[in-house]
């Protein structure tokens, strides 16, 4: 599906996808699950080379970042939120051919949809395609930081359920392994999102304005990955202070095994020495040995067992 924005006089108004669009004043074209056909016709139209699957989701900078004499081609990571306990990243391709701006995408975004209806409302603050480009990486990075917010309220809570000791073992690992890679997601997006603007900033084609706005952007990135950075930080330690507790509940039980098998070596010694087949023990003819054997040995067991409660290992 193709969605056409054009600008007539002072207004936007979003247009029928034809083979006439070549010839109207085109601000926005937006692909969203674009068909091949749809994709090579867009392309003879304007002369252009759209990136395929393979080219949007390479790691190198040239792939991520290149521009010629008419164009400049991004390919960027946005977030996509599943659920409340997880994310996944969509590559999405923004290309500026001759002020118009092209975005390919094979997902839904909320964030496409408030820029639509921002273009609309106010046509006058959207001269040009990088005039959008620049208000799309805006409201991405608000929406990033408000993710992040949230994100940091989950640690702190995780956090307090650690020292109250609120969760079992098994929930725990999940909850601060599902946290760390989402942290991660957010710090790899942020990253990605910096270095496209960064490289956008260098450029001859835009104007002063977009360059002010695109700079902010670019600082607030750096603030959101210094959050993410301590956001790390922050689950590292618990990871530490999770595994501390787990390494003190396992020395308590071996103490208490300790403590189980001391009590029990007098008692096991007494049983093992009377249980001798030696001819003459002088003890095995007394008329009260088995009662005055079984008294020892309940008392060589008290006697640890009270030791080590003064010692506070009980």
């Known amino acids: 599906m193709v969605n056409v924005f054009s600008k007539h006089n002072s207004l936007v108004i979003k247009d029928d996808y034809d083979d006439n669009i070549v010839n109207k004043n085109i601000l926005w074209l937006d692909l969203l699950n674009p068909t091949l056909d749809e994709i090579a016709s867009i392309s003879k139209m304007y002369e252009i080379e759209i990136p395929n699957k393979e080219e949007r989701e390479e790691i190198e900078s040239s792939a991520r970042y290149w521009e010629d004499k008419d164009s400049i081609t991004i390919n960027t990571r946005f977030l996509i939120k599943l659920d409340e306990d997880s994310l996944r990243d969509e590559t999405i391709t923004f290309l500026l051919y001759k002020n118009i701006l092209f975005t390919i995408r094979y997902s839904e975004f909320k964030i496409f949809d408030e820029i639509r209806e921002r273009v609309l409302a106010s046509p006058r603050n959207f001269e040009d395609g990088f005039d959008l480009i620049s208000k799309i990486f805006e409201v991405r990075v608000e929406k990033d930081a408000d993710m992040i917010e949230n994100f940091a309220r989950d640690i702190r809570s995780l956090r307090k359920g650690v020292f109250e000791n609120s969760y079992d073992y098994d929930e725990m690992l999940n909850s601060l392994s599902n946290l760390q890679d989402i942290n991660t997601r957010l710090r ?68 208490i095994f300790t403590v189980v098998t001391v009590a029990m070596m007098p008692p096991t010694l007494i049983g093992t020495i009377y249980g001798m087949n030696f001819k003459h023990m002088p003890e095995l003819e007394l008329a009260y040995s088995y009662p005055i054997v079984l008294f020892v040995m309940i008392i060589s067991t008290i006697i640890p067992i009270i030791y080590f409660k003064k010692k506070d290992w009980l």
């Open 188 to 255: 790899d997006s942020l990253f990605d999102k910096r270095r496209a603007l960064s490289a956008l900033l260098g450029s001859n084609k835009i104007d002063l304005d977009v360059k002010k706005n695109i700079t902010i952007i670019v600082k607030d990135l750096n603030s959101l990955i210094d959050f993410c950075v301590a956001n790390m930080n922050a689950l590292d330690n618990i990871h530490a202070f999770f595994t501390s507790q787990i390494n003190i509940e396992q020395n308590k039980t071996i103490k």
